[in-house]
Antibody, heavy 122, light 111 residues
Framework: QVQLQESGPGLVKPSETLSLTCTVS??????????YNWIRQPAGRGLEWLGR???????SYNPSLKSRVSISIDTSKNQFSLRLTSVTAADTAVYYC??????????????WGQGTQVTVSS | QSVLTQPPSVSGAPGQRVTISCTGN?????????VHWFQQLQGTAPKVLIF???NRPSGVPDRFSGSKSATSAFLAISGLQADDEADYYC???????????FGGGTKLTVL
């Protein structure tokens, strides 16, 4: 059974860069049959998809974040990472790393990490 | 304001059936994109309940069912149990915004 675990600083100062890592265990991150995502959830609010990384090297990001977000992968460590620059209080949220699986040609957010709280504050 | 609209709350007594709606438009559900449903228990990560409009991952009871029609999707929960109390989210893709979108969530209370 695959497990995903987020890690990174819980507190980031405004205007700085938020960096999180997701460690995948129980399966190889190099398998091309999956897509890797980051999704966040502000306290008491809904879910927001941030971006995804395809093992072809292609990435796709939420246009609302403009050029602030990037996702990368390190197959040697079985990890993928999120980088969000120029953060503000509006970026305070629980951040989830999520693996998408495919069933019959349909991709869906199948496996979720437990989430990590990130607070933006000076 | 979420692109996909869900009722903020629904409730039902144990054993009853409830339905949660998810209303989109012609850029998402109405464009033919699949709808998925997630259950989020208090303080935990979301868990996929229904994928591809009406399919259940292994381990999800058949009390949970999904359907889709035109620009809306529906999650039905029959035989309500106390541990079904959770937030439920629908999710699809929006080709106008070019993002994977979620509904605002529906809080289910078992009376």
């Amino acid at each position: 059974q695959v497990q995903l675990q987020e890690s990174g600083p819980g507190l980031v100062k405004p205007s700085e860069t938020l960096s999180l890592t997701c460690t995948v265990s129980g399966d190889s991150i190099s398998k091309s049959s999956y897509i890797y995502n980051w999704i966040r959830q502000p306290a008491g609010r809904g879910l927001e998809w941030l971006g995804r990384f395809y093992l072809t090297g292609h990435t796709s990001y939420n246009p609302s974040l403009k050029s602030r977000v990037s996702i990368s992968i390190d197959t040697s460590k079985n990890q993928f990472s999120l980088r969000l620059t120029s953060v503000t209080a509006a970026d305070t949220a629980v951040y989830y790393c999520v693996r998408s699986s495919n069933s019959g040609g349909v991709w869906y957010f199948a496996d979720w990490g437990q989430g990590t709280q990130v607070t933006v504050s000076s | 304001q979420s692109v996909l609209t869900q009722p903020p709350s629904v409730s039902g007594a144990p054993g009853q059936r409830v339905t949660i709606s998810c209303t989109g438009n012609t850029s998402n559900i109405g464009a033919g994109y699949d709808v998925h449903w997630f259950q989020q228990l208090q303080g935990t990560a979301p868990k996929v309940l229904i994928f591809d409009n009406g399919n259940r991952p292994s381990g999800v009871p058949d009390r949970f069912s999904g359907s889709k029609s035109a620009t809306s999707a529906f999650l039905a929960i029959s035989g309500l149990q106390a541990d079904d109390e959770a937030d439920y989210y629908c999710q699809s893709y929006d080709n106008y915004l070019s993002v994977w979108v979620f509904g605002g969530g529906t809080k289910l209370t078992v009376l």
